[in-house]
């Protein structure tokens, strides 16, 4: 094969693999944001919608709570507050054409798990100060964005993402259950991170994306190998953080701090 030809041919497989991650993050996006019919699948109509709240406070706040969150399509946004006897709230935007189909969306609380698994919705969850929270959210069309930060005491995270993006920041003023592990997986989409851990927690991170790379921005996390770094401190500080990002059709930014 001569060399032009080469080149044409890397230029091709290029310029498919681009079209293959647009058109699947397009999909997604329409997926989630209400987009068209494709062929016997049409994504939910959000121009006509129903608003919801759910919330629960306690008094007597147990030491841990676990979330468990699934939504097929929507959004889903996380932050925390300053409330040491709120557990959750949960603000729901839900197209009507899916209460039709699938029922009002529900919040089932009960031996310390907390659960919501609905069709299609917009959700703003803000949760309280008073526990430590471990989560797994799973979000098959749409994005989760997360805020872990004042107010935040955290365990273990696990984050998937099957057709949209994830978006983490964690700032110095988050408190961490032992040794936690993030685990994230966005599918079709990128996974953006923002990580500035308090001094005393070490931190990890290992990026891997089969298209689009990983880049990393850090001054004082030293590399380790290819999309693996580490602070200084991960093997002797008492407590530690331990992040793992994939993506299969995007690509992974991570700012470490």
């Given amino acids: 094969m001569s060399k032009n030809n080469y080149e044409r041919n890397n230029t091709m497989v290029a310029c498919i693999v681009a079209v293959l991650i647009i058109g699947a993050v397009g999909t997604g996006l329409m997926v989630w944001l209400g987009g068209t ?13 129903t608003d919801y709240s759910f919330e629960e406070t306690e008094s007597s706040m147990l030491d841990s709570v676990t979330l468990n969150l699934n939504l097929s399509a929507g959004g889903v946004n996380i932050e925390f507050i300053d409330d040491s006897n709120l557990l959750y709230h949960l603000d729901l935007t839900v197209p009507n054409e899916t209460v039709s189909e699938h029922g009002e969306p529900s919040v089932v609380y009960s031996s310390g798990v907390v659960s ?28 989760v964005e997360l805020v872990i930060g004042e107010n935040a005491h955290v365990g273990d995270v696990d984050i998937t993402a099957q057709a949209g993006g994830i978006d983490l920041t964690v700032t110095d003023d988050a408190t961490f259950d032992g040794d936690v592990e993030f685990t ?74």
Avoid: C, K, R
């Fill in 37 to 49: 019919s494709w062929g016997s699948f049409s994504g939910p109509n959000w121009t006509a919608t």
């Fill in 116 to 143: 919501f698994d609905y069709a299609a919705a917009e959700a703003n969850l803000t949760l309280g100060s008073g526990t430590v929270y471990a989560m797994s959210i799973s979000v098959d069309a749409g994005g």
């Fill in 184 to 257: 994230l997986q966005a599918s079709t989409g990128g996974v953006t991170l923002s990580v500035d851990l308090p001094s005393t927690v070490g931190g990890s991170f290992a990026g891997t994306a089969s298209f689009g790379g990983v880049d990393v921005t850090t001054s004082t996390w030293t590399e380790i190998s290819s999309g693996h770094y580490e602070t200084s401190n991960y093997d002797s500080a008492s407590q530690t953080l331990t992040i793992t990002a994939s993506a299969e059709l995007g690509g992974i930014q991570a700012t470490l701090s």
